[in-house]
Each structure stands twice: as C-alpha cells, then as structure tokens.
C-alpha cells in the first residue's frame, strides 16, 4: 500500500490532469474497461508501400482496392449469391463510386432498384471492415466523410433488429434515401469508409518524386489521407533540397525531370519558368543529339522539336549542375566526392576524359560555356539563370505545400510494432560494422546519423531564410554522397552514362551493407542499435534497390529479417523486375507481400471493371491472431489504463477528490 501511495504523490500533477478528464471513479473504471476491450480486439492492418515515382495512377487504384483486400472480402460476402461480373461491378462502384454511379445511371432505367440493390450490399461489405474495430473509431472515419449521414449509417452499420423485422426496416430507410436523392452521397460515404477501414495505416517508404508524371496527385493524396507516415527517399530529398533553394539540387531535379521527358510537371503543374533557361539553350547549344530524354529515337530528335528542346535544355543545365558539384566537391573535402569533379580532365582536341587513370572517349565536346582554365565558373548568363530558377522554385506556393507535407509526415526513418523503416540503407564498413560518417565536423554512425540528418533537414526547413548555400550543399550529399544513408555507392556517374559509350565508367560500386543484407547477424545489429531489443519477431522494412523478381529474386533477405519492397512501381522499372510494385500488408493474422501487375488505367477501371490482378507473393503467418495488445498502441493503452488505475486508486485513498458535481451537471444538461 505504501508503495502504491509512493507512486501517486510521485505522480500527484500528472494525476490532478487526469482528473479533469475522469472527475469520478465510475468516469475512470468505464474508460478502464473500454480500452482492455480495445485491447482484446484484432491489431489494425498497415500497408507499406515504397519508391511510387510519380505513377499516382496505379497508387490510387491499389490504395482504392487495399491491395486486393476489398476484392476478397466481397467475394466472402456475396460468392453465393453473385457473379463475378457482378462481384467486379461492386468493387469498381466501391473503387470509384463518383465515375461509376455517373457511368452506370446513365445507362440504366430503373435507378432506385439500382440504388436499393447496391446500398444494400456496400452497406454488408462496410459492416464486413468496420467488425474488426470499436464503434467509437467507425463512428469518427464516417464523421470524417459525411457528418450529416452520421447519424443514418450509424443505424444501418449497429442496429439489433431482429431477423425477421430487419429487412423491412432497412428497406424502409433506403427507400427514403432514395426518394430525399441521398443515396449517390451514402454510397459515397460508404464506399469512403470502406477504404479507410481497410487501410488503416499507410507507411510511405521513399521515393515519391522523379520519372513518372503524377507525384503531385500523390501529394495531394498524401496531405489528406487519414493516417500516413513517410520514410525520406534520395528522389524526395534531391526535391526538398530544391524547394529550399539549393542552387545544385534546383539543376538536379531539372535534369532528372528532363531526362525522362517531364518537364510538365516544373512548369505546368509548379509554376517554374523554364524559358530563360530554353532560350539559354538554343542559343548555345547547336548540337545535342546524345542528350535527348530517354527512350526517344534519334529520329524523334530530329522531327519533334519539343525533343530536341528538351535535349538542349538537358545539355545546358547538365553543364551548369557540373559546374556547381566540382565547387560544392571542393569546398566539402570531408564529402570525399573529389571524384566528381570532371570538367577539368577534359582533353578538347583528343575528345577524351580521364577518370580514375583511365582515360574514355567523350561523345560530345562542344561546351562553349566552358572556360577551359576555370571549368567551374559560371558564365555571367548561367548564374543569372540559376538564381532566377531557384526563385521561381522557392516561389512555388504548390511545390512549397507539397515539401512541407514530408516535413510534417515524414522523417529519416521510423520504428513501429517492431518494424524498422527507412528508405535505403545504413552505412556500414567492410567488415559489416556501422561506419562513421563526417558531417559538419561530428562522426556520425547508425541510428545517431540518421538522427543527426532528421535534425538538420528541419533546421533547414525552418530556417530557410537564414540558409546559406554552403548549408544546403548537405542536401545534395543526401543525394548522391559516398556514406549518405539515401543513396548507398561510392558516386553517381551521371555525366559517364551520357557522354561516354564505354560502360566500364558507369559503375557504381555499392556500399557493404549491400554485401550483409543476408546476414541475420549484421542486419540484427543494425535493428539494435536503433533500439530493437526484441529483433526475433522485428523485421528492416526498406526499398531503394528494384527487386528482380523476374530472375528469381526474393524481397526477403537475412532470414526474413529485412524485406525490400521495391517492385518497380514505376514502368521505368517493371522490365527489371517483371512486376509493377509490391504491397507489404501487415495485419492481425500475419504478413503477406503482395505483387502487382500493372495498371491499364482509369478508363478501363471504370468502364470494365478492370482491376489490378495482385497475386500473395509471400506469405508469412502465425499461430494465434495478433490483437492491440500485442502492437504498439497496445503498449500505450496499457500505459493509460495503468495511470487510470493509479487515478481510482488516488480517489480511493482521499489523495485526489472526486467531483461528483460535474456528474450531476451531466445529468441536468442532458434533461
């Protein structure tokens, strides 16, 4: 008793706090039981998906589907009772309820048999998602979606109505739906909580930006989705370091964007003015066949002027990013990226480079912007380009929303239920020990690095005014560093891979954490030393490196302990690894790595119910269901119920009195 009564004047403040929020013991005994019954209920379902570059179509249709899970439980629901074809149409309507209902309607006579038919069964499939949670978290998702149908779904979802009396009761709700024209906005709302039920937590494992066209929408998505965590990619770093004005990142996202022909998305979608940088372009570059965007032909190049515009673009701002890296290189020797500067190797009359002692011929020479006797300098009218882009990307209201979103949802890592996520890698030395990294004078390894690198990207973030570009060079050594934990190889070669044929000097030799990802031991290390005591259940969740499925290669590395789900979201990638993307889905019976085949694309979705076929690549399941209990918000529930139990003992005591008076000013209220 003595020891109990310790605890509670050791906690005395934080219990007086309590109090407010449970002025009595029964206040404090009913939220008891509600969360031990919470915690007896199944654990929530998490997705994780990673390296999306920009394909937001096939995102949003695997987000709508839950990665195939809405499709099984309609077929539990209703394999007796409906065709498939039928089965299909229900899960589009669910998918796309806005499309399909206007698609459906309009080419239908008798819409309120229509309406009956379907809000009856969206309404089975909803109580089918919404079983496995309280009805106070249903409640709040529909609240969320429609608060003025709350009331309505909240009696079609919990209603006790015996058998035999329900379905006139339900009929008689839907037939005054149907006759108010509320039942395209129920289905809506339904068909909204359907899929925020069945994705419960969304882990976003980097890489959103770069080679497709659409990150934007998965920004979009992203800022409103119910509950999302992202993981820093080296793309997502490369824009973030644009967005705050790093002169070499603003050139590094240009040519990435050009490359893969996508210019639209700086100029259409952020505002950016790329026409300084054109006309600069045109105007200095006469020839630039070999830098044309990928997969376009040489004829391409020579009867399409938006190529060949891109290309000169492309070469012009290749040469302004050389330029700034041979000065970043040279003012950060503890980067050790010596190595990138080039320019100056350059034999103009033999057409040649030597890099490494070993010199390659050049496909291309003619840089007039280039002084020969100080390469890194830029010429007046490339300063004043480069100054007015990382204007026009500071200016961009959108592109500024869109990078605050990972300031605010995302980080350099995470850990949950035992699962350690981070985009790429930890760096690590030849013997598989964490390595040191120099940065800013301190020797950072492992968990301290990481934590060191979360810092100071907010501290640019919210200092932004402040930075200076000697601040901002880190962002480009997150990029493309030898040790930063994005990329993970000793260089980026990126002007060997246009400007010479000899693939011999585009290797990228890979960090040694590359070498150990099969090794249980090595990858249990890493999980401790970012605190995972417990790493026989734990697993490195990570993406960055496309796994080749189509050569027999397994997401599943070190014994199960680290999964890669690097699928090839984007088609720049699906010829590597024969899939377009994986799904990690965790739930209360296991995990299961799901693999999908691409997306034709929305038209086809809608008008014929075509969905993304996705197959259980890898399934990993368990004895006993997983319950909160087990999860970590379980361990927080526990935490609350412990000071719930210290508060009713307080009161029991006379340590804290009850206020019983509120008690009765929630009666009076109510009457």
């Known amino acids: 008793m003595e020891d109990i009564k310790t605890i509670i004047y050791q906690k005395e403040e934080y219990l007086k706090e309590l109090a407010n929020r449970f002025p009595t013991i029964d206040d404090a005994v009913t939220e008891i039981i509600n ?84 809000l009856l069964r969206i ?72 899929k925020a039920l069945a994705v419960d937590e969304l882990h976003i494992v980097g890489d959103i930006y770069d080679r497709g066209k659409e990150p934007h929408k998965i920004m979009d998505l992203l800022e409103q989705y119910h509950s999302v965590d992202i993981q820093w990619g080296n793309h997502d770093i490369l824009w973030m370091g644009s967005a705050l004005g790093s002169n070499i990142c603003v050139a590094g996202v240009i040519t990435n964007s050009v490359r893969h022909n996508n210019l639209e998305i700086l100029e259409d979608i952020y505002g950016i003015n790329l026409r300084p940088l054109a006309n600069f372009a045109e105007k200095n570059y006469s020839s630039a066949l070999i830098w044309r965007p990928k997969k376009t032909t040489i004829e391409e190049y020579h009867s399409n002027p938006n190529i060949k515009q891109s290309a000169k673009i492309h070469k012009a701002i290749s040469v302004i ?71 026009s990307f500071k200016n961009s209201s959108l592109l500024q929303r869109h990078m605050s979103i990972f300031i605010n949802k995302g980080s350099m890592y995470k850990i949950e239920n035992n699962n350690l996520m981070y985009h790429a890698l930890v760096p690590l030395n030849e ?128 014994g199960n302990k680290v999964i890669v789900i690097d699928g090839g979201f984007s088609k720049a990638y699906q010829k590597t690894t024969g899939i377009a993307g994986y799904t990690l889905v965790s739930g209360s019976t296991g995990m299961r790595i799901i693999a999908h085949e691409p997306f034709s694309n929305f038209e086809n979705a809608i008008k014929n119910n075509e969905d993304i076929h996705s197959t259980i690549d890898i399934k990993e399941t368990i004895s006993s269901r997983i319950t909160i209990a087990d999860v970590d918000k379980g361990s927080d529930l526990k935490h609350q119920i412990s000071n719930l139990q210290l508060l009713v003992k307080a009161y029991e005591m006379g340590i804290i009195k009850e206020n019983t008076s509120y008690k009765y000013v929630k009666i009076l209220t109510n009457k």
């Open 321 to 391: 990013m050389y330029k700034l890296e041979g000065t970043l290189v040279d003012n950060h020797k503890e980067y050790n990226m010596s190595n990138r500067r080039l320019l100056h190797q350059i034999n103009y009359q033999a057409k040649t480079i030597t890099i490494d002692n070993v010199t390659y011929d050049l496909e291309d020479v003619d840089f007039p912007t280039i002084d020969r006797e100080n390469p890194y300098t830029l010429t007046e009218e490339e300063n004043k380009i480069i100054k007015d882009l990382v204007t």
């Open 123 to 194: 309404i089975e499939v909803t109580k089918k998602f919404s079983s496995r949670y309280t009805r106070s978290k249903v409640r709040k998702t529909y609240k969320v979606y429609n608060e003025k149908l709350s009331y309505i779904i909240d009696e079609l979802l919990n209603n006790k109505i015996e058998q035999e009396n329900k379905d006139k009761y339900y009929q008689a709700i839907i037939k005054s739906i149907i006759e108010l024209n509320y039942a395209e906005k129920l289905i809506i709302a339904l068909s909204s909580i359907i």
């Open 431 to 558: 013997d598989g020990s964490l390595k040191e990294v120099n940065l800013d004078g301190l020797k950072l390894s492992g968990k301290d690095l990481f934590d060191y690198i979360d810092r100071k990207v907010r501290f640019l973030y919210y200092n932004s005014n402040k930075n200076t570009e000697y601040d901002l060079d880190l962002m480009w050594y997150l990029w493309c560093g030898p040790d930063s934990p994005f990329f993970g190889k000793d260089k980026m070669t990126t002007l060997e891979r246009v400007l010479i044929k000899d693939k011999k000097s585009h290797k990228e030799n890979r960090n040694y954490y590359y070498k150990y990802q099969d090794s249980p031991f090595v990858m249990e290390q890493i999980m401790k030393n970012f605190g995972i005591s417990n790493t026989q259940n734990a697993h490195i969740i990570n993406g960055h490196i496309p796994v080749e499925k189509i050569n027999g290669e397994t997401p599943l590395k070190a």
């Open 35 to 118: 969360l031990n019954s919470i915690l007896a209920l199944p654990r929530s379902i998490e997705h994780f998906m990673s390296d999306l570059h920009g394909q937001a179509d096939a995102f949003y249709h695997i987000l709508n589907n839950a990665s195939g899970g809405i499709r099984y439980r309609i077929s539990q629901l209703f394999d007796q009772t409906l065709s498939k074809e039928e089965q299909d149409s229900l899960a589009t309507l669910i998918y796309y309820p806005k499309e399909k209902m206007e698609l459906v309607l309009s080419e239908i006579s008798d819409k309120d048999k229509w309406y009956e038919e379907n």
